[in-house]
């Protein structure tokens, strides 16, 4: 490839500065995902959520994230990157301090939709940003490292954060300490970031933003409260619902000459597999980590801080992964990577339950086994991001990047509505068989919705009625938390078998920028010929923002 002068200038102050303020918001959501789940205790305490609202607090964001990432992107060309990442930043700080101060679950659920929505608009727009600022391919590409290592450090120092928060604050502290990082970006933002950028006013299908996002969130609402409450007429009616709009959309993207979504990238079988398999590792290993904290906070009895420190661990592992999978590609193929780190993961899931099923409360194995898992699952979300943008056509790569990310967002939301449901509803059950006989039904119906709703329970019964209630809530816990990681497990083999057989001989190609035979259709028999007029697509390199771990 002919170097041109853009690619040899180099980038002035101001494009350095522009990038230590975009890396500023990656931090932000990048602790943000982590602290959530160190926080949830506290918060299910406080606030009493029921347990379809706690998982839905967890995860609503991702949810709304990733219904409307590609809709961003349109937005990104519409109105212009530095607009609408400075909206995103204003958004997202409101909705932190109405997180903070939440009185209530419905008003914590309602922020964190607010959050979902600006982490969708600071993706594509913080990654257009990127290119304004640095022109030249070999600027860019450090630039993009230095984006990808700012959210692996927020997971890795989300943790020990949080945890010296929690120990001396109240649990919005960890969503009040975003508001003067998202002042510092409003303040220094429109200094730095670039005016322009082209517009375009092509017009976004609006019925299938909504088509979308509808059928996403009713499938899985219905599903997990069928999972959590039994096939009542509601839960039901709403599944039905959601895959009658899905249906519709799909049918609907076949028909539109500019489609929200591109399924003829699904044609592709390295994208198709790698897509899958995204699905299944993050359906696997989402939900354990959230109980993994409640367990070792709850039963094992470690302190917040501590805690926070501990947790560091497998966000440094996830760095680590990160650095060590470019330089291991070089001589193995990516299928054998990517099972080989799979199958390390199953190994510190293995270890996690040992020291839960073992009874001996072992903190420093819970620990290990998940940083194993951490380093494990980092090649296949590596590598299987550079698989699936490779793959498509190069006109179509953001197309391709938001499938990678919809299916990595999916992936998660889905293990917390299944792994998660059954993990409360073996909670519920041994918690109400190990119960004490003198709780009344409201008594234990409050206790059996959540660990934290149990252990506020039994504090304001205290006794010996209390500290039984505790008791079974310990063991309930426990056994919860080691069903959660026995179905990631068998969701790991499975992975672990499409990955074998589905991408054996699959090669990382050229970056689809490049100009060579890897961007052009008749190198590539097995993708599809049709090329409908791309969209704007800074909202592709949304995926870059989804969490290693």
Do not use: C
């Amino acid at each position: 490839m002919s170097t041109t002068t853009s690619t040899s200038a180099r980038p002035t102050w101001r494009a350095w500065t522009g990038l230590a303020l975009l890396a500023l918001p990656l931090f932000m959501m990048a602790t943000d995902f982590t602290v959530m789940f160190l926080a949830m205790p506290a918060v299910t305490a406080d606030l009493l959520p029921s347990t379809t609202q706690t998982l839905w607090i967890l995860h609503i964001g991702e949810f709304v994230a990733a219904g409307f990432v590609i809709a961003m992107g349109w937005l990104t060309g519409r109105i212009g990157p530095r607009t609408l990442l400075l909206v995103a930043i204003v958004l997202y700080g409101t909705a932190s301090t109405l997180a903070a101060f939440a009185p209530d679950a419905e008003t914590l659920l309602t922020a964190r939709v607010l959050i979902g929505l600006a982490a969708a608009a600071a993706s594509p727009a913080a990654i257009s940003m990127l290119r304004s600022l640095f022109g030249g391919s070999r600027h860019f590409g450090i630039a993009f490292a230095v984006l990808m290592g700012t959210f692996s450090a927020g997971s890795a120092l989300g943790p020990p954060m949080g945890g010296m928060l929690l120990e001396h604050f109240w649990w919005g502290s960890v969503f009040l300490i975003n508001v003067p990082v998202a002042a510092v970006v409003l303040l220094g933002g429109p200094w730095v970031f670039p005016k322009g950028g082209r517009t375009t006013a092509e017009r976004i299908d609006m019925t299938s933003v909504v088509l979308s996002m509808g059928a996403v969130i009713l499938v899985v609402f219905g599903l997990q409260e069928i999972a959590d409450r039994g096939p009542a007429v509601p839960y039901v009616l709403a599944t039905l619902v959601g895959l009658v709009l899905g249906t519709w959309f799909v049918r609907r993207q076949r028909r539109l000459a500019n489609p929200l979504l591109d399924l003829g990238l699904f044609a592709i079988r390295t994208l198709r597999v790698t897509a899958i398999a995204f699905v299944l590792s993050s359906a696997a290993f989402v939900a354990v980590d959230f109980l993994l904290l409640q367990y070792l906070q709850i039963v094992a009895g470690v302190p917040t801080d501590r805690l926070g420190l501990l947790l560091a661990a497998p966000g440094i592992a996830a760095v680590l992964g990160t650095a060590v999978t470019p330089i291991l590609a070089r001589w193995v193929e990516p299928a054998r990577l990517m099972a080989s780190g799979v199958g390390l993961a199953l190994v510190g899931a293995m270890a996690v339950i040992w020291s839960i099923a073992g009874g001996t409360q072992q903190t420093w194995l819970s620990i290990t086994g998940t940083t194993v898992v951490s380093l494990g699952v980092t090649p296949l979300m590596m590598l299987g991001a550079q698989l699936i943008v490779t793959a498509a056509p190069a006109k179509r790569t953001g197309s391709a990047v938001a499938v990678q990310d919809i299916s990595a967002g999916l992936g998660g939301a889905l293990g917390m509505a299944f792994i998660g449901s059954l993990a409360m509803a073996v909670f519920g059950r041994v918690l109400t068989a190990g119960a004490a006989d003198g709780l009344t039904g409201a008594e234990l119906d409050t206790a059996a919705q959540n660990p934290g709703s149990a252990v506020a329970v039994a504090g304001d019964l205290g006794g010996a009625d209390g500290q039984a209630l505790l008791t079974a809530a310990h063991d309930a816990l426990s056994w919860g938390t080691v069903a959660a990681y026995g179905t990631a497990v068998v969701l790991g083999i499975a992975t672990i078998v499409l990955v074998v057989r589905g991408l054996r001989g699959a090669r990382l190609d050229t970056a689809p920028d490049e100009p060579d035979a890897s961007t052009d259709d008749t190198a590539h028999p097995d993708r599809p010929r049709h090329d409908p007029a791309p969209s704007p697509s800074a909202a592709s390199t949304s995926a870059a923002l989804e969490p290693t771990t």
